[in-house]
């Protein structure tokens, strides 16, 4: 197994499967599914995932909304994500904890990094939700954040496309995919892999991130193995 530790980032947006908006049930069970095959080889695995399915605070404050009102928003959406993703993990049979940056006891334990590591060396799946517990940062740089945090040995950000392409491969038919690589690369061609604090954090910290389509069935099996799935950004 080529990562013993990683930090898995998903869309809010990928829990919404066909639907307009909210939480596929269904959805949920298969990356729980494919969670579970890394979890039984014993790979450490630590989650972030976004709120966009639910709440998107940029969107809100486009709309009159004030900025921070409605990024907290959108944390609480991303602990209403960690729930569900947290209740479906556990229904396959994985031990978790869900963990977040802002104090609700009553569901979550606050973030603390020591506890979080010690529950990632016992075998427990760690979500990490409400971002960073401040306004103006995204999910991407909570995501690169905590795996900086834990050590992890890369970011897996899953998505709905198969690694980062020349242009948006949705819009245009003509763009071709890297497989890999560096974050000069990344910065100097202008690609949009996450936003510029969450890439520049991974950079300074050396921290490889590979995009991949979590959407494809084993892909995250390949992943961790160490075969060329995806894009991998590196040194």
């Given at each position: 197994?080529?990562?013993?530790?990683?930090?898995?980032?998903?869309?809010?947006?990928a829990?919404?499967?066909?639907?307009?908006?909210?939480?596929?049930?269904?959805r949920?069970?298969?990356?729980?599914?494919e969670?579970?095959?890394?979890?039984?080889?014993?790979?450490?695995?630590?989650?972030v995932?976004?709120?966009?399915?639910?709440?998107?605070?940029?969107?809100?404050?486009?709309n009159?909304?004030d900025?921070?009102?409605?990024?907290?928003?959108?944390?609480?959406?991303?602990?209403?994500?960690?729930m569900?993703?947290?209740?479906?993990?556990?229904?396959?049979g994985?031990?978790?904890?869900?963990?977040?940056?802002?104090?609700?006891?009553?569901?979550?334990?606050?973030?603390?990094?020591?506890?979080?590591?010690?529950?990632?060396?016992?075998?427990?799946?760690?979500?990490?939700?409400?971002g960073?517990?401040?306004?103006?940062?995204?999910?991407?740089?909570?995501?690169?954040?905590?795996?900086?945090?834990?050590?992890?040995?890369?970011?897996?950000?899953?998505?709905?496309?198969?690694?980062?392409?020349?242009?948006?491969?949705?819009?245009?038919?003509?763009?071709?995919?890297?497989?890999?690589?560096?974050?000069?690369?990344?910065?100097?061609?202008?690609?949009?892999?996450?936003?510029?604090?969450?890439?520049?954090?991974?950079?300074?910290?050396?921290?490889?991130?590979?995009?991949?389509?979590?959407?494809?069935?084993?892909?995250?099996?390949?992943?961790?193995?160490?075969?060329?799935?995806?894009?991998?950004?590196?040194?």
């Amino acid at each position: 197994m080529k990562y013993k530790r990683i930090l898995l980032k998903l869309s809010g947006e990928a829990l919404m499967g066909d639907r307009q908006y909210g939480i596929d049930p269904k959805r949920l069970a298969e990356y729980a599914q494919e969670i579970k095959l890394i979890h039984d080889m014993g790979v450490q695995i630590a989650i972030v995932i976004g709120g966009g399915n639910i709440f998107r605070g940029v969107a809100g404050a486009s709309n009159g909304m004030d900025r921070v009102q409605g990024d907290y928003m959108g944390m609480l959406a991303t602990v209403i994500n960690g729930m569900a993703l947290q209740g479906a993990l556990e229904d396959a049979g994985m031990p978790t904890r869900l963990q977040t940056a802002l104090k609700i006891e009553a569901i979550a334990e606050p973030y603390i990094k020591r506890r979080a590591v010690r529950h990632l060396e016992k075998g427990r799946i760690v979500i990490f939700g409400a971002g960073t517990g401040n306004p103006y940062f995204t999910t991407d740089t909570a995501a690169v954040l905590r795996g900086v945090e834990v050590n992890a040995d890369v970011i897996l950000k899953g998505t709905r496309v198969d690694g980062i392409y020349t242009a948006d491969p949705e819009k245009d038919a003509s763009a071709t995919k890297y497989d890999t690589l560096t974050f000069e690369d990344v910065l100097r061609k202008g690609l949009n892999v996450m936003d510029t604090t969450a890439f520049t954090l991974s950079q300074e910290n050396e921290l490889p991130i590979i995009v991949f389509d979590m959407n494809k069935e084993g892909n995250l099996v390949k992943v961790c193995e160490g075969e060329l799935v995806g894009t991998t950004v590196n040194v």
